[in-house]
């Protein structure tokens, strides 16, 4: 399965272009996950949400 990956640092920022990016990626959006969290912090709930639903042959686009 494909699953993407956006992040960014402050909530002032958007997602849209890493959000497209994705989907033209062929990523479902169901399976895009997203952080807000400076490139400092190790505490990124979502990342750690997809990391542990994945298998072996599934593919993550960042």
């Known amino acids: 399965m ?3 990956y956006a992040r960014i640092s402050t909530p002032s920022q958007k997602f849209d272009l890493q959000i497209d990016a994705l ?3 062929g990523v479902k959006e169901k399976n895009i996950y997203n952080d807000v969290s400076s490139g400092a ?3 990124r709930k979502n990342l ?3 990391l542990s639903k994945l298998r072996e042959e599934d593919v993550v686009i960042v």
């Open 41 to 43: 912090k190790a505490n």
């Open 48 to 50: 750690d949400l997809l």
């Open 23 to 25: 989907l033209k990626a």
């Open 2 to 4: 494909l699953f993407g």
